[in-house]
């Protein structure tokens, strides 16, 4: 026979966790996505500094060409599976202005650097002091993705397990083009 304080215990606990479960539902931090797309429509802001060749990039200097802006880290799975395709659309966009970076997400240099030479990719990668510029383009993990339109504005992000395609990113291209 179950007594009279071990039932009114269970029934204090069941509103409690029941009252936690209401609170956190209806709060705004309950319905908020953790991923800030906040930056589309926005002036892309710099990027710019030493990449994992040696040389250095500044977005500031590709105004006027699509920039595919692209945040990864050796550890990241779906940075792996995603790299083929951002592999394949940069070298279909090699003479057309369309340009693509990548900026290393909580990595070292030495593991970016193993992961191009064993994924390929030739296109500008930010190696160093790179926790800013993710924090300015509202990155929350890898793989992101944004596409910043020659004007200079933020028009596009992608935020996915697997990451982008070629063909949707090509696709996002040819949409901009057509409504501008």
């Not at 319905?31 to 429509?41: A, L, M, Q, W």
């Not at 992608?158 to 982008?164: E, I, K, R």
Request: one cysteine or more; hydrophobic letters at 45%.
């Amino acid at each position: 026979m179950t007594s009279r304080p071990v039932i009114a215990a269970a029934v204090i606990c069941t509103l409690i966790v029941g009252g936690l479960i209401a609170l956190l539902a209806t709060s705004e931090s309950g319905r908020n996505t953790s991923v800030n797309f906040e930056i589309v429509g926005k002036v892309a802001p710099p990027i710019e500094g030493a990449t994992i060749d040696g040389g250095s990039f500044d977005l500031r200097d590709r105004r006027g060409s699509w920039v595919v802006v692209n945040f990864f880290a050796s550890w990241c799975v779906g940075c792996r599976v995603e790299h083929p395709e951002l592999v394949a659309f940069s070298e279909s966009h090699v003479d057309d202005g369309i340009e693509l970076v990548s900026v290393m997400f909580g990595d070292t240099e030495q593991a970016a650097q193993e992961f191009f030479a064993e994924l390929g990719g030739s296109w500008p990668t930010l190696v160093s002091d790179t926790g800013g510029i993710a924090i300015d383009y509202g990155v929350t993990g890898v793989p992101e993705t944004l596409l910043v339109a020659p004007t200079g504005r933020v028009v596009q992000k992608w935020v996915s397990v697997t990451g982008v395609t070629q063909a949707e990113l090509d696709e996002a291209i040819a949409g901009f083009e057509g409504n501008g």
